[in-house]
């Protein structure tokens, strides 16, 4: 049986809102995954505190790395479905 290698482009999806604690620990944890073909999709939902500003940080170091803002707080399904 032929061995292959895993190509596919992987998806990871997360809604935002008000997570600026939880952010840095969410982003290492994506950036230290061995498959390198992933993009990581932050949908912020009106957050009132810095998210959109870590996520721009982290943004401008690696391509993989998008984010999408609402203009109006919708929920984590609106989110999610927006991504």
Known sequence: MKKTKLNNL???ITPVHNSKK???DCMSSVLA???????????????????SKIIRAY??????????L???NSGAGVARNTA
């Open 59 to 68: 943004a401008a170091k690696d391509a993989r790395i998008k984010l999408i």
């Open 70 to 72: 609402l203009s109006k």
């Open 33 to 51: 995954q061995t498959h390198e073909r992933w993009e990581h999709i932050l949908v912020d939902d009106c957050s009132t505190d810095e998210s």
């Open 10 to 12: 992987v998806s990871i």
């Open 22 to 24: 939880f952010l840095d």
